[in-house]
Nanobody, 119 residues
Framework: QVLLVESGGGLVQPGGSLRLSCAAS????????MGWYRQAPGKQRELVAS???????NYANSVKDRFTISRDNAKKTVYLQMNSLKPEDTAVYFC?????????????WGQGTQVTVSA
């Protein structure tokens, strides 16, 4: 059974920082791209950041230069360091692992962790 468990969310003041972690089990993450998405109330889920098996990264424009994604395959964990947080970063953050093999896509999602940025 594949399981992704996020942690590290919470309430933080504007300008503060949080570090999200997502630990995987039941899967070899080294062959999957890993990513973080977020969904704010009334909005669609959107990509925040992703990291390939080769550690190439991609960020949403709204978080560039503030967020950093990283991965530790030995620990089966992906991280999201979030600095200079803004109220508009408030959302439920989800991690995923994603793999394409001969036209077939395999994706697993975590259950999400709430991040609230408020004074």
């Amino acid at each position: 059974q594949v399981l992704l468990v996020e942690s590290g969310g919470g309430l933080v003041q504007p300008g503060g920082s949080l570090r999200l972690s997502c630990a995987a089990s039941g899967i070899d993450v080294s062959i999957y791209a890993m990513g973080w998405y977020r969904q704010a109330p009334g909005k669609q889920r959107e990509l925040v950041a992703s990291i390939t098996t080769g550690r190439s990264t991609n960020y949403a424009n709204s978080v560039k230069d503030r967020f950093t994604i990283s991965r530790d395959n030995a620990k089966k964990t992906v991280y999201l360091q979030m600095n200079s947080l803004k109220p508009e970063d408030t959302a439920v953050y989800f991690c995923n692992v994603d793999r394409w093999v001969i036209g077939a896509r395999t994706v697993y999602w975590g259950q999400g962790t709430q991040v609230t940025v408020s004074a």
